[in-house]
């Protein structure tokens, strides 16, 4: 091919209306920096608790302006990817890579098995060569119910392999695309005709695989079925096995076809080695046993990780990632495309911030453009030697046809054998494994860390984000479940900032400035806990003790305050809006911002600490995939779901109160009383204290209003009630 007929197999366009920004961004500029001056000249020196207060909220200012700045740099210049697949196939059909699936489960309670099929399915029928394909589940519950639920799968493949490929099915999850009404009428006759059948024998399988989930095991009969299940013959428990690995379709077995004869993608099940003495490492650890593994099986060089629960909604992504790795010129430094997290069961208004709008739409492709997005852990493929610890060097180009993996002799038996060992215990004792080799080990973000020290190695990586999204999977639906998640993410990012990783230190000269500041987004979302809670105390508290702490309402230093409030505001809801949110979704998620901030991010800052100084350990709670229909209803219907005894809800709970307290008491002097309040001087004050009391109306509900089971429990309201009439007290005498 000569240079001139060259067509790329990506393009990229950079965001329109970048003046518009600029002057936004300079003119906050000016804003912020009065602030400061007005701050400076005011201080006052010798008055206690008005200059520990004031010097405190300076303190708060000059942490927001410097996240403030740093979230700029992910707002530059964002730019959008688009790819050209039919190029693809018109070049490189007959030389496509191998792709290796990673699916990871760890608790067939908390995620369903019924889910993970859905999942392993939609992978399974990619339009992609089917002898090219190789998905393999990893099950750290080690489970045999999920075991079961992979057989009954593997069996439904061969019906519904086919059916995908004939109709053009989208999306392919069995669950997602059977539940959709469709009327019949509509289709065409031999599509419902054969759609009833699958469906049919989906609910059929449903059925088995759900009367052995209530029975919590399988039966004998069953058992028999599959040689697989004598595994679990040996008391296995759950953190207390042997490896189990076991071939469910070996792609190149020649009576491996669906029932049109086509050959299947190979489906592997594993559950690693599990030993009391030897720590598991959690997700990381499953991935870099199910690296080592299908280096054995199929050592394809793409790998694509997703996790249980998001199903493939795009038959095309595996094409879509090709472009960008297969491309002659743009190709050579692409270590890893990442689709952004999407979920299936959102709201309309969002009432948990789950759909991460802004930072999907603005922020990631933000990052692209400064050197590539983090590696978020699910939806993302994958270059295997860059995951391996593979430098990038300038002269090394990679070539399909040479590179595109082995194809390994031995029976599937043998492989099962010899496979084994690599997913063992010990196998990693004494190895560069969860250090240079594979994800690391010991941070709860294993994903970031990876992707991080991926890129600092020379590598780029790429955002792509097509309107038909490529993962679907299922947001947390409860305040706390959220709140907990958010904990880790937390604790992981704000760990990789106070360790030898710090963006600036392990990258610099390894990774552009810019995108070492683009990490510190995350990086530092922990640390904005202590500069909140201040916020949201210190001046209500001041309000009641008679202490004023921002300009009068008639001097002209009110102005930058109320500019950079304000428009600061209008922007996040004109950025919201634009990515596609409602205002009411913005405003829920405001309030989860703040939610965040006092306490998962409370929580994330200290447990990073104290783990730091050695006094906890780390943890990984899995969040949970399913809800009972009392709270899913709640969801559905946008209510709050708080019911749990948890201490998060006492502070939520103290902080809203307090501010209530607050509010009352001013608006009783001011209104009913009609008592000179000096309203030119602490009009600031109390409009601040008045939006905390709104973006508080969930709490106040929950606590007082409602007798749902979602409610606040009486010992959190009880304590709550007695934390904020304490701090109120304290304040007024
Ligand atoms: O010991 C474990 C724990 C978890 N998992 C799997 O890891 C995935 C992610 O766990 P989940 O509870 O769903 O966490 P999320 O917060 O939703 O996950 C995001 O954040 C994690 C890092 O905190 C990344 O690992 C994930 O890929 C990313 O989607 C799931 O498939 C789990 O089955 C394991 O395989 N082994
Ligand atoms: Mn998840």
């Not at 999920?146 to 069995?174: D, G, V």
């Not at 307090?658 to 000179?676: A, G, P």
């Amino acid at each position: 091919m000569g240079e001139s007929d060259y067509l790329p197999l990506f393009e990229t366009r950079v965001a329109k209306g970048r003046l518009l920004y600029w002057l936004y961004a300079l003119s906050m500029l000016i804003g912020i920096a009065l602030i400061c001056v007005y701050r400076v000249k005011h201080f006052p020196p010798n008055e206690e608790l008005k200059t520990w207060a004031w010097t405190g909220l300076f303190m708060a200012e000059l942490w927001y302006i410097s996240y403030w700045l740093v979230t700029q740099f992910v707002r530059f210049n964002p730019v959008y990817r688009s790819t050209f697949k039919d190029r693809l196939s018109n070049r490189y059909e007959e030389v496509l890579p191998g792709i290796d699936i990673f699916v990871c489960t760890a608790d067939a309670e908390l995620e369903p098995t019924v889910m993970v099929i859905n999942t392993v399915l939609s992978l399974m029928a990619y339009d992609y060569p089917p002898e090219k394909l190789n998905v393999y589940l990893s099950d750290d519950g080690g489970s045999e119910l999920m075991f079961y639920a992979l057989l009954e799968a593997t069996r439904f493949s061969k019906l519904w392999l086919p059916f995908c490929r004939k109709f053009n099915i989208e999306p392919p999850a069995p669950s997602v695309y059977l539940s959709s009404i469709v009327k019949m009428h509509d289709i065409d006759v031999s599509l419902a005709k054969e759609r009833q059948y699958i469906k049919k024998q989906y609910e059929e399988m449903n059925e088995r695989i759900n009367e052995n989930m209530k029975l919590g095991r399988i039966p004998d009969e069953l058992r028999k079925q599959h040689k697989g299940f004598r595994e679990w013959e040996s008391n296995a428990s759950r953190s207390d096995h042997q490896t189990i690995l076991q071939v469910l379709i070996d792609g190149r077995d020649l009576n491996a076809v669906d029932t049109e004869g086509k050959p299947l993608p190979t489906l592997v099940y594993l559950a690693r080695e599990k030993r009391p003495g030897y720590h598991h490492n959690f997700k990381a650890g499953a991935m870099n046993a199910l690296i080592r593994v299908s280096s054995r099986i199929s050592n394809s060089p793409i790998i694509l990780n997703v996790d249980c629960d998001q199903y493939s909604n795009n038959s095309e992504s595996v094409r879509d990632a090709l472009c960008f790795f297969m491309d002659d010129e743009q190709s050579h430094d692409i270590a890893y495309v990442q689709y952004p997290q999407y979920f299936d069961n959102m709201t309309k208004n969002d009432l948990y911030g789950n759909y991460f709008r802004v930072v999907n739409e603005v922020e990631l492709p933000g990052i692209d453009a400064n050197g590539g997005p983090l590696y978020i852990g699910s939806g993302c493929f994958q270059r295997r030697d860059t995951l391996c610890g593979k430098k990038y060097e300038r002269e090394s180009t990679i070539t399909w046809k040479k590179d595109n993996g082995i194809r390994v002799k031995e029976s599937a038996n043998l492989l099962e054998e010899t496979g084994k060992i690599l997913a063992g215990c010990s196998y990693e004792e004494n190895s560069p494994w969860g250090k240079e080799m594979g994800l690391k080990y010991g941070c709860p973000v294993e994903d970031v860390i990876t992707g991080f020290s991926i890129k600092c190695r020379g590598w780029r990586s790429i955002c792509f984000s097509p309107k038909k999204r490529a993962f679907l999977g299922v947001a947390p639906t409860t305040l706390l479940q959220s709140l907990i998640q958010h904990t880790r993410w937390s604790e992981g990012q704000f760990q990789i900032f106070l360790s030898k990783y710090c963006p600036f230190i392990y990258g610099y000269g390894k990774i552009p400035l810019k995108l070492q500041i683009s990490y510190f987004v995350y990086n530092l979302w922990a640390a904005n806990c202590v500069a909140t809670l201040f916020y949201i105390v210190i001046p209500s508290f001041c309000l009641l003790k008679g202490i004023i702490l921002f300009p009068q309402l008639s001097s002209p230093w009110v102005l930058p305050f109320t500019y950079v409030f304000t428009v600061k505001y209008a922007y996040s809801l004109y950025e919201f809006l634009w990515c596609g949110g409602t205002l009411k979704g913005w405003y829920n998620d405001q309030r989860m911002w703040l939610y965040k901030r006092v306490t998962s991010y409370l929580y994330g800052f200290f447990g990073t600490i104290m783990r730091s100084l050695g006094f906890a350990k780390l943890n990984f709670v899995i969040t949970s995939k399913i809800a009972d229909y009392d709270v899913s209803r709640r969801y559905e219907q946008d209510i709050m779901e708080f019911g749990a005894d948890s201490s998060m809800f006492i502070i939520i709970a103290t902080i809203g109160l307090f501010n209530l307290f607050t509010f009352i008491w001013i608006s009783e002097r001011v209104i009913i009383n009609r008592q000179s309040v000096d309203l030119d001087s602490y009009a600031l004050q109390i409009i601040l204290n008045g939006l905390l009391v709104i973006i508080n109306i969930p709490v106040f509900q929950g606590l007082f209003l409602r007798k749902d089971k979602g409610c606040i429990p009486s010992s959190v309201t009880i304590e709550s009630l007695i934390f904020a009439v304490t701090v109120y007290l304290l304040a007024l005498y």
